[in-house]
């Protein structure tokens, strides 16, 4: 266990790196008049995104480079590639580093920020999984009480969806199927009729209420097309 401080000081000293490497190759194009930073770093993940095969090499040349000076290498099995061109996915382009070469994401798919990358480029596949996810951690089969089990569904489950509802491009006649298993549950669980859609369920002094996955959802996707609409 390190000391509060050390995330800090390794943060500092790779963003000298970063900085370092960033200038080997420019911006990266992705079409519309829009561009984006060579290099992005999430703590000790990088990730390199250039226009041209030519800079993308030569990128993680220099990256390479800089991380021996500094008596640390990549991990080239913990790493993946992917190129696309004219919209579809290059398996013949490959990279390397630290002399390795680096799987691409149709070898073995990768997991980013809760977010799974493969060959595919789709989420169509997330939306069934998101919706398996929701049907498994239903607790029908538990032996805890239906207000406990409303409880851990308020705050436990329905968070744990948003995620992947969030980052995933999903239909939303998925989420109106998970909102569906949901409200089944619940109104078993609390013993109310079927044509009770919201429930509130007073329990002591507080009172928990049921969201509307639907609407949770609509609302999100409408705020990140805003935001998307203001920052272009």
Same mark, same amino acid.
């Given at each position: 266990m390190g000391c509060t401080i050390s995330p800090i000081l390794f943060v500092m000293a790779m963003e000298v790196i970063l900085k370092a490497a960033e200038g080997s190759a420019g911006p990266a194009n992705l079409g519309g008049g829009c561009s984006m930073p060579p290099l992005k770093a999430f703590m000790d993940d990088t990730t390199i995104i250039c226009s041209k095969e030519d800079d993308t090499r030569r990128m993680l040349t220099r990256s390479d480079d800089l991380m021996s000076w500094c008596r640390m290498e990549f991990k080239p099995k913990k790493s993946r590639s992917l190129s696309i061109r004219r919209g579809k996915v290059d398996e013949a382009t490959t990279f390397t580093v630290t002399e390795q070469q680096i799987p691409t994401?149709?070898?073995?798919?990768?997991?980013?920020?809760?977010?799974?990358?493969?060959?595919?480029? @789709?989420?169509?596949?997330? /939306?069934?999984?998101?919706?398996?996810?929701?049907?498994?951690? $239903?607790?029908? @089969?538990?032996?805890?009480? /239906?207000?406990?089990?409303?409880?851990?569904?308020?705050?436990? $489950?329905i968070p744990k969806l948003q995620w992947p509802l969030l980052v995933y491009d999903i239909c939303s006649t998925t989420v109106e199927a998970i909102e569906a298993k949901i409200n089944k549950y619940t109104r078993k669980w609390l013993g109310v009729l079927p044509a009770v859609s919201w429930i509130v369920h007073k329990i002591g002094t507080s009172i928990i209420q049921i969201a509307n996955t639907l609407a949770d959802f609509t609302a999100t996707d409408t705020s990140v097309c805003k935001q998307y609409i203001i920052k272009k």
């Open positions: 994401v149709s070898q073995e798919p990768v997991k980013s920020l809760g977010r799974w990358y493969d060959s595919s480029m @789709k989420d169509t596949r997330r /939306g069934a999984e998101t919706l398996e996810l929701a049907s498994e951690s $239903l607790l029908n @089969k538990c032996e805890l009480q /239906g207000k406990f089990k409303i409880w851990c569904l308020q705050f436990m $489950l």
